[in-house]
Structures are given as structure tokens and as C-alpha cells.
């Protein structure tokens, strides 16, 4: 095998591209391909284990999937799969995830020290699969791989929006493909508690409206990502986000009353009582059974956004804070946590709290998750804290890929740390707050742009580029549908329902002109409880389009190589006339109007732009002069309508804007005098 | 409540059509809607049970996927499920699954006799929710409701293709949906034998390839049936269709010798020695153990196309046939089939057979499966024999919807019978024999054209109007994606691997535009076995085109309603200008050419019948004479193009052909003088 060391983590534009999400710490890519065709199989030799065993037939189903190639079980082997242990019973903190992917046109190899590494080896060799014009193959090349960050997560709330089992097994099929390690189970919150106690079944009977997880499901789960390599870590929040809780238990709560599952969204009053025994007794036994029913070695308490209301209002609350000499709420809030950690420590856990819980005299081996910044993961590092960085990874805000992938644990106030301060931070995990999210609407909201994290968590430091990471969250999430993940369901469940059967272009065209909002501008839109259906256009589309930003790829490349021109001009006149037209094409889906309320001023709107990318093309072509008078009216529509409405944002404004900002600037400004294609 | 009776079994192009199917025996239709909006909730009065509770929760979750609205615990019931008692354990012959369904303009109410009836009024329901301008809704109606035969079922063969747990799980949601109560489970032949046997574990251990159902798989699949009210009956088939059993058993066969997994399709030598105890012994243990797993009274052992080479070739069997008076090796497997009832009736099972078990000496009991003709049906019931059919509804030879659905149960040889020994007549099954089926393409197969199947088993006999028919099953194919089941699995999978990610258009045009062949035509066209993959044109196509038929409906309207006539020529305009564009949009696909290595050819004809349309278009249009020698080169070329290539029918010839019957046709013909808005 020719082997050409890639620079990846240069802007490679020209180079060899492969379409890999995380990227591998080594590539050297050979000359020629490995077909894979009806002969194609896979085996485990040396160590193995019924583990092992079951992670190579679903990678067989997998590639069948892919390539509609029957798995076959006999005959020479194409991938062989080789390791020299087995992983630990339950996938571990600091695991050696390791693994070498050797591909020749005869044949493909993955060896790895332990089940672990070579799981991550197939997942590479999965996302390898490519078609030409004759046949299913993949590249000769080499990979020496192993992740730059141990604790690589993703934290899911299926609290506030019940998340049902396949729902995260899919979930975690799409996690395991990208290499994350961590899933973080968010379990409980004032909108409902999703577990199954046994000894305190009013938790679930009262606090879920039957929505939970039986220990059964948990076990399920645990066992499902344990196969992929990935760590369950459950989260109770407390003493705030409890209000589930207390339908059941009132007597827990910081005052008395009759409490009722809050259907609203936001931070509410009902707090546990840190000052009653009886309630460190329940806690006690609540977190030994759930210690015993998660296998992981840490344990999340939450903790965060504790409101004091209850706590200033209650005379015996207050009375125990003096007698106990705290001056103020946070040290009340310290102090329940110090008993909250040595219950865990009891039952065999370490402790995770968010940020809010550090505080002089927490254990030393309380693990911080940030979601407030680098500088808390940072101060937690100095007092000698393990760490991992939630902030900057909140899918719920609705952010391009670009804006995580900017995010690095190690930077700002961490970067700052010594190399032994460093090393305790430990990665990071993103966040799906599911307050706007249904299970329907979840996969589009975590998917592609968790990949492009979780390049972040695993690839070299260096890997930065921008460009690079759009070419391969592209082909990465064309290629996600084949883990099962429904990536693109928003869309599909909104057409069906307003054109059943219908393939509703101009609809399509319409979700993929406008990107859906985050969680701030959606609260302010409507008053939305858990009750209300989230079924809308803001549902259907994407955080972030890859369509609109293509053309806005297309538009900065219109002065760059005069070559293709003529082309990439075609390619927007086409997208422009798509618009143009859709307003009209969609008018006879308002039928069913009071699912596309919203919709009708943004299709119109769409339209419009349509016509102005239209009209600039013309200037374009023709080097007819630009109306100065024009430009600016065009330029203040388009401000208007990029305005929010229906929590969705027209992104079609933007390349429309940057070809009117082309227009209009100065050829010697835009680009090398002699060089320019566009004329004025 | 208005009651407006239907006359259901006329056809009613005029009247209110409700998108059920199977129509239900008896509806009124009233005033007014009852909204379905996020107050929507269900009820269980009076009796209820696990079983119950369980439907209605599974209903809940199916109403809030196809609405998006979030299924509320609480509340004033908008449903109300009302039954007397329970089902039997496991579904049972000859159950009452009748149920009543009222809805008014304020809440809805399903009863039934049993849990059974409840669950049949309760997918009513959900088959009626519809969306107009303003909501969600049901009209309001009364529906008194019961089946026609008790047994309404499907034949899927797991054996040629294997088909998970999964697959099977979704479509017995859909059966569920469209009220069938049988999954005939065909689960071992010479390419596979499918089940784990404790016994004898090397039937699944040598005979599957790895692919078997575990006995917990077998379990969980009989308690997914029985909670949607469906019976599971096995089928292993015996003595022929047996090479995978003497793959680890070869001393079970009637010639010695090394047995190997059959990869080819068709009738096979290999075949059960009926003459030596050891066989019997073996059996009586194997028996034994599947009834014990297969709670159902009916236990299915085949019996078709046995050939009797190997028994031709044993000294040993002639010499058992020639002491037992046998005069042909048809009396030989009769008696083999009295030794296997015998078996099955000592495990309390009462034996099925296809109707090649149909001889003298036969036990009363055994009922008869025909897939050969009414004839061998009203045979059976002649000699006392209960019996189903199943000729006429071999989903696997891809016949139109309106083919199966005229064919009738009780008609041709069965319409001469008693009334005692028409009520034999139980019913009858779908069959899907999977030689050209793996569980990618099963869906697309067997939906939606199984439901008018399940139509014609349960509604009333005069529900025969075919125009109603395809009415209502586009509408329930439409529906149908609710119950999970992949109903347009083929297309996307064959789409995602030509161009990932792209919605691919023309693709669509063309598979919209094609008929899949059946197996009689596919087993001509190259040499298939069981590990050619199946990922092809005509794998993506579907058995029946939707779309073309309806263009076709459009010609056959041009004629009908003047008014209506610029419309429906506007619809084929768009419609053959697609395809005329298809074939040069569809080029830039075939960089993946081995996926659609047929597909050009094809491409180019639909593009070539796209133009002949717009051409007659024209003439019908301007009026301008047509021209004989014109119209006679069109009819050669389509002809032409109407012969089967890569596995496919070109469908779009026929309304192009169709149109120009039409103008070639005498005006007097076509229609009646001076109602004509076909100008010549």
C-alpha cells in the first residue's frame, strides 16, 4: 500500500477527502479500493466473545443496510476483525479505545488491544463505504486511532418531553457511530419523574403521567449502549427541578402543599427540604435502589437552578441555617450537597453536579459539568476537580455545527490551567434540553450537528477547519440514516400530515429556506406548556440548512475560479426559481392551514427573496449598471424579512444578501484586479 | 345524530366516501365533526384488563403520531372504550369481533362484546381521523360492525428470505389496522429452517445460516399477535421443501448423503423418508415441542409439491410402498400425512395442509389451505373438510389490487356448494412467498395491496366496486405509515444508495412510472439465489403504480365532465412533461450505474412515452386532424416499450395509450353525440 501521510487538520480542499466523522488521530490513504460486493464478510479472529460477536453481526446488518448486500457467514473473509481482550464488564472511565484499520484492495483488518477500541475500528470502517459507478467499496488506506478525550457525552432529557426506549436505542446506535462514549440521562424534572422505583412507586405512579421507564427499560438500555461501548450515567436532578417529585411525596418538599406535574416550562418554586432528616432517609434509600439498577460508577445529582423562595419563606428552614451558621441560600444549597455526595459514596457512586454545586468543602472527587462557562470548569480544576464542558454544547439553542465546533473544553479560562489541572478536565458532553423537542422532532435536533461535537471530543486538537468539517457532517448525515437514526424526521412527519402521500415539493423546498429557533425565542413566542403539540412548520426544520448554506458556499465561490462560473450562477437560478415559485405551489396545502398558520407570510416572503436573488443574477449577467436606489430597497426587504416570525428565521436571506453585497462592492475590493468574473 | 344510511355496496363516486377499509358491514353517516385536538383522550368504562389498557394506549400513541398532539392521561374522555369482557387468552377461531362505533359532535364511543370487538372499533377510529382547514378530526357516524370470515390472514414466508423480529412486529400492526386475524407463519423450507429447536439444535444450527427466531423471539411475537387480536400458526413444511433439516439430520431423508442449504429457488429433490419409524419418532419429538410453543389449536404441516424422485430411487421405500398396497407415491404421502395428523392430534393440535393433503382416508378434521383453485376447496368441503383460500391472493406474483379483490372465497366451484358445506369455507389467507422479498422490499409488497385483500375477507360480499376501492386504499396506503409498517420502503433505500441525501426526483419519476414483475417473470430474467442482492429498479418499484393508475382514471374522465376536462388535461401535461424531462435529469444518477444497470433504457422509453403524450395532448387540443401513419408508429413504439425489461412493465404506456384510443376513436363512439369534448 502506497502510503501518503494526510495533513488532516490543514484545509485540505484539494486533498483527499474521506467522508469520516470524528476524524482519526492518523490516515494514510494507499492507491486503489477494497470492493464490496455479494462476497463480502466478516470475521473475528483471536480473542472472542459473545460481545464481540454480536457488535460484527450488526455491523453486517449495517453494511447490508447500506449497500443491500445479504451478510454472509462463510467463504474468505474481507474484514477481519482482531482484538486482544475484552472490554471491561460496563464500558469505563479512561478505557483504552485504540484501534488500527488496515483496508488493502484485498482485504481489511481491525485490531485493537481490547472489544472497546475494535467497536470504534468498525464504526470507522462502517462510514468508509462509498459507491461508484461500479460498486459498493472502500478505500485502501491505514488508521491509527484513539480519542483525545475520555469522556466524550451526550446528556438527553427525557423529562420534560418523554423520550419512549427505541427512541434512544436509535439514539444511541447514532452515538456509538461517531464515537461518543457518555450517554447522561436526564430522568427527572418538575415536568415529570421517568423512572420506576420500587420503593417509592408514587414517584413514577404520581409524577409521570405513566410515562416512565420500567427497571426493566433501564436495564434494556444500559445493556444496549453497554454493547456500543457507551456509559450510562443517570441523572436525579435536586433539590430544585423536583416538583414531579412532590405529587407523591409532598412531605419532601421546603413547604407544605398539594403539588400537581408542572406543565409549563422554566424554574419553579418546589425545592427538597435540606434540613430534615426524614428526607436524607428517603434519599438514602431512593438512591441505593437506583445505585443498584445503574452499573456506572458516577451518579448525577443535578443541582442546579435552585430557587431559595421556599427556603426563605419556611421559619424552621431559616431557624436550621442559623443554628448551623450559614449566612446565605448557597450555603444551605453547599450543605445539602456534601450530604447528597456522601449517600452516593455509600452506595458506591461518585458524585456529578452542574457547575452551581461547587462550593468550599465538596468532596474532592465530585465531577463539575460546566454549563455556565470555562471559567467554572476551570475554577473547578484548580480546587482539584475532574471536570467536563457542557457550555457552548446546547443543541436546544438551535446554533450551527460551526458555533460547537468553535468550542473546545480546553480554551478561554481552561487553557489557562496548568498541564496537571488540565488533565482533569475530561471532555465534554453536549446537551438536548427537551422542552421544544418531541420524541418526532429529536433526532433533527441532535442530529448531524452532534457529530461535528463529537469530532471535537475524539480528533486531534488541530483539527479545526471549518470547511472540512462541513464537506463531512454533509456526507455524515446522508450516511447517519443507515444506523437507524431518523435524522431528517421533522419534515417528513409534517408533510405526511399536511399532504399525506404527497411528496409536497414546494413544502420541502419552504422547510429547508427557513431554520427553526432555540429554546429563547420559542418561549417568547407562544405560551407553551408540555400540552401543546409541537407539529408545526418551527418543528419541522432544521436548526440550521444545509441547502441555504451551500448557496451561501455558492455565492463565495462565484469570483473564485472563473472556470465554473457560469455554472455555480445556474445552480443559484435554480434555487432562486425553486423559491420564486414555491409560494404559489404551496397555497394548496393551506387546506389543512392550521398546521401551517405561521407558514403563509414566510412562503410568500420566500418567494420574494426568490425574486431578488432572480433579479440580481440578471445584473449579474448582463453588467447592466445597479440601481443604487434599488440595491437599498432591496437590501431593507430583505432586513425585514429576516426578521423572526413563526420561531423560524428565512436563512434564504443570507446568500441573496451576499450576492447583493457582491453586486455592490467595488471589483477591486471583492477580488485581485484582473481577476474578477463579475461584472458591474 | 342524523342517520344517513350508505348505501356502501354501490358504487357511490357522489355520495360521502369515509377512507376505511375493510368498509365496515353497517354505517350511518351524521351532521357535524368531533375535533381532535390537545384535550383529545381516551377512556377505558367497565370492563378492562391489561390487554385493553394496552390497546388504548398503543391508540393513544397512534392518534398522537399522526396528529403531533401528545396523548393526555386526564381529562373529559373524548373516547370511550366500553367492553363486556374478555378476550380468550390467545385468539381463537370463531371469535365474535364485532363492535359498535358512535361518534358524535362531543366525544366518541367504541363497544364491543369483547375486548376482541373493542380492538377491531378502536382501529376504525384511528382510520378515520382526517385534517381539514381548521383541525383534526372524525366525522360523526355510527358504525355497527363484524367480519364476514372468521379467517383473514397472511402466509409470510420466513424461510427463502429471512425476515427479523421487527419486520414481523410492523406488519402485524398493519394487519391489526386493516382487521386480519391470522399470521400464518411459514417457517422452514429447503433454503432455511428458521426456529430454534431445543430438541434437535441442529436444524437451526446447521439449517439457517445463524438467522432463526429464538423460542423467546417465538413468544414475543405470539404476545405482539395476541395483544392486536391476531392468531399465529406455524408452518413447517414436510415431507418436501426439507433440505435444511437434513443439513444437520441427513438420516431423516429418503436418500443417503450429504445435505447442504438450498441458494437456488424452486422444487427440490430432497425429501422425508415416510417408510422408517426413526422419522416418525424424531417428528413426534419435534411436534411435541413446537406445539408446545405455538399456543394456536391449528399447527400447519405444508404438504405442497412433493417430489417423489428419491422415493422412486429407494429400494427400501418401494418395498414399504409395495407391502402396503401404495400404487402411486401419492398414496405414499397421503399416508405420511394420516402418521403426521395423528401426531398433531396427540399434541392437541388440529392439522392445516395445502390442499395437495386432499385424499381418501383423511382425518375430517384437517383443514385445507388451496392455493390451487376453488375446485380443490369445494372438494374438501364436499368430503367434510373445513377449508381457506388462497389461490388468487399470492401478493408474490404482483398482480394489480383489483385482481385479488374480485376474486372471492366463495365463488366459482365454491358458489355450487350447500349452505352447510359453504359455511367449511372459513376465509382465506394472503400469501408471501419471499424468493424476491428480503425484509427491505416485504413492506412495499405487501402494502398496501394486502388491505383490500383483508377487505374482501371481512366486509360484506357486495362490497365489490373496484373505483371505491382504489378510492379508499390510496387513502389507507396513505394512512398506513402511522402504524409503523414501511409501506414505501423501496423507493427510499434504493434512492439513498444511488444519491445519499438527495431527494432525487427523476429517480422518483422513473420508480413511479415502472411496475415491479412478479416471480414468475423475475425467475426468467437472470439466475437468481438466495444471495443476489435484492437492490435493484425493480426491487424499488412497487407491484402496482399508484400514480399511473390514476393518470389513467384522468383519460377515462376526458370525456366525462366538460368542465372538468381543461383540468385533466393540465394533470397530464405535468404529468408527461415530468417524464419526457426524466431520462436527461436521471443521467447524472447513473455515476452509481450498477445499482441501475437497467434503468437507461428505461429511462429513455419514459421520457420517449412522455413526448407521445404531449403530442396527443396537442392534437386533442388544436383539433388538428391526427395522422393515421403518426398514430400507428406511437401504437408500435408503446407496444414495443410495453414489454418487460430489467424485471420492470413500463406502466406509463397504458394512459398513453389509453389517450390515444381515445383519439383515434369516432366521436359517436366515445361518447354520445354532442357531449363530446374531444374535438377530431
Keep these: 500500500m502506497l502510503a501518503l501521510s494526510l495533513a488532516l487538520c490543514a484545509p485540505s480542499k484539494a486533498g483527499p477527502s474521506l467522508a469520516l466523522m470524528p476524524l482519526p488521530a492518523q490516515v494514510s490513504i494507499g492507491e486503489g479500493k477494497l470492493i464490496i460486493d455479494d462476497s463480502f464478510s466478516i ?36 474484514l477481519v476483525v482482531e482484538c486482544r481482550g475484552a472490554a471491561p464488564e460496563y464500558p469505563a472511565l479512561s478505557e483504552d479505545e485504540s484501534y488500527r484499520l488496515e483496508i488493502s484492495p484485498i482485504s481489511a483488518r481491525v485490531s485493537a488491544p481490547t472489544v472497546t477500541g475494535a467497536l470504534r475500528g468498525m464504526e470507522t470502517f462502517s462510514q468508509l463505504i462509498a459507491a461508484d459507478a461500479d460498486s459498493f467499496f472502500v478505500p485502501t488506506l491505514r488508521i491509527d486511532d484513539r480519542p483525545r478525550f475520555t469522556w466524550r457525552g ?43 422505583s420500587r420503593l417509592f412507586p408514587k414517584l413514577q405512579q404520581l409524577g409521570s403521567d405513566g410515562n416512565f421507564y420500567t427497571q426493566s427499560d433501564v436495564r434494556r438500555v444500559i445493556a444496549y449502549a453497554r454493547d456500543r461501548g457507551i456509559r450510562v450515567v443517570p441523572e436525579f436532578d435536586m433539590p430544585g427541578h423536583t416538583t414531579s417529585w412532590l405529587v407523591g411525596y409532598p412531605e419532601l418538599a421546603s413547604a407544605p402543599g398539594r403539588y400537581e406535574i408542572e406543565r409549563k416550562w422554566g424554574i419553579f418554586e418546589p425545592v427538597l427540604d435540606p434540613t430534615r432528616e426524614e ?23 443535578g443541582g442546579d437552578e435552585v430557587l431559595d423562595t421556599q427556603w426563605k419563606q419556611s421559619r424552621t428552614i431559616q431557624a436550621f441555617a442559623a443554628k448551623k451558621g450559614f449566612q446565605t441560600s448557597a450555603e ?70 460551526s458555533f460547537h465546533y468553535q468550542i473546545d473544553p480546553v480554551s478561554g479560562e481552561t487553557a489557562a490551567l496548568s498541564a496537571q489541572e488540565t488533565a482533569l478536565v475530561l471532555g465534554g458532553e453536549a446537551c438536548m434540553w427537551s422542552e421544544y423537542v418531541t420524541e418526532e422532532t429529536l433526532p433533527s435536533r441532535i442530529w448531524p450537528r452532534l457529530a461535528a461535537i463529537a469530532e471535537r471530543f475524539w480528533s486531534p486538537r488541530e483539527t479545526t477547519d471549518i470547511h472540512s468539517m462541513y464537506t463531512r457532517l454533509d456526507a455524515v448525515n446522508r450516511w447517519l440514516q443507515w444506523t437507524g437514526v431518523q435524522n431528517r424526521s421533522g419534515y417528513s412527519l409534517l408533510s405526511e400530515r ?34 401543546i403539540p409541537l407539529n408545526r412548520l418551527a418543528d419541522a426544520a432544521s436548526p440550521e440548512s444545509e441547502s441555504v448554506r451551500h448557496l451561501e458556499e455558492v455565492v463565495a465561490g462565484l469570483s473564485a475560479d ?34 401551517l398558520l405561521e407558514a403563509s407570510s414566510v412562503s410568500e416572503d420566500l418567494s420574494r427573496i426568490g425574486n431578488i436573488g432572480l433579479r440580481a443574477l440578471q445584473y449579474l449577467e448582463s ?41 455592490s462592492r467595488p471589483p477591486s475590493h471583492a477580488e485581485p484586479v484582473g481577476n474578477s468574473p463579475i461584472s458591474h
Design 43 to 78: 470475521r473475528i479472529s483471536g480473542y472472542s466473545d459473545r460481545h464481540l460477536q454480536d457488535a460484527t453481526a450488526r455491523l453486517a446488518s449495517r453494511i447490508a443496510r447500506q449497500t443491500g448486500i445479504p451478510p454472509r457467514r462463510a467463504g474468505k473473509p474481507t
Design 154 to 196: 451526550l446528556m438527553l432529557d427525557a423529562a420534560r418531553h418523554w423520550m419512549p426506549v427505541p427512541v434512544i436505542e436509535r439514539n444511541l446506535d447514532a452515538m456509538a457511530a461517531v464515537k461518543l462514549n457518555v450517554f447522561h440521562w436526564h430522568l427527572s424534572d418538575d415536568q415529570g419523574f421517568r423512572v420506576e
Design 279 to 301: 428526607v436524607y432517609k428517603f434519599l438514602d434509600a431512593f438512591l441505593g435502589e437506583m445505585a443498584g439498577l445503574f452499573p456506572d460508577a458516577y451518579f448525577h445529582l
Design 332 to 401: 444551605l444549597h453547599a450543605y445539602f450537597n456534601r450530604r447528597i455526595q456522601a449517600l452516593l459514596a455509600k452506595h458506591g457512586k461518585k458524585m456529578i453536579g452542574w457547575d452551581e454545586v461547587l462550593a468550599p468543602g465538596l468532596a474532592a472527587d465530585v465531577l463539575i459539568q460546566s454549563w455556565r462557562g470555562q471559567k467554572s470548569l476551570a475554577d473547578a480544576a484548580r480546587q482539584g476537580h475532574r471536570g467536563i464542558l457542557s457550555y457552548g454544547y446546547y443543541l436546544d439553542h438551535m446554533q450551527p455545527a
Design 498 to 531: 399536511v399532504a399525506p402521500g404527497d411528496r409536497a415539493p414546494a413544502l420541502w423546498v419552504l422547510v429547508n429556506a427557513v431554520e427553526a429557533l432555540g429554546i429563547d425565542q420559542r418561549q417568547e413566542a407562544r405560551h407553551y406548556t408540555s400540552l
Design 562 to 595: 472563473p472556470g465554473q462560473r457560469q455554472q455555480r450562477v445556474e445552480e443559484l437560478r435554480r434555487a432562486f426559481t425553486e423559491w420564486s415559485r414555491s409560494s404559489e405551489q404551496l397555497r394548496s396545502l393551506l387546506s389543512v392551514r392550521f398546521l
Design 623 to 663: 453588467g447592466e449598471k445597479i440601481s443604487g436606489d434599488w440595491l437599498a430597497q432591496q437590501e431593507h426587504d430583505l432586513d425585514r424579512m429576516a426578521q423572526p416570525r413563526a420561531e423560524v428565521v428565512l436563512a434564504a436571506v443570507r446568500p441573496v444578501h451576499a450576492l447583493l453585497d457582491a453586486l
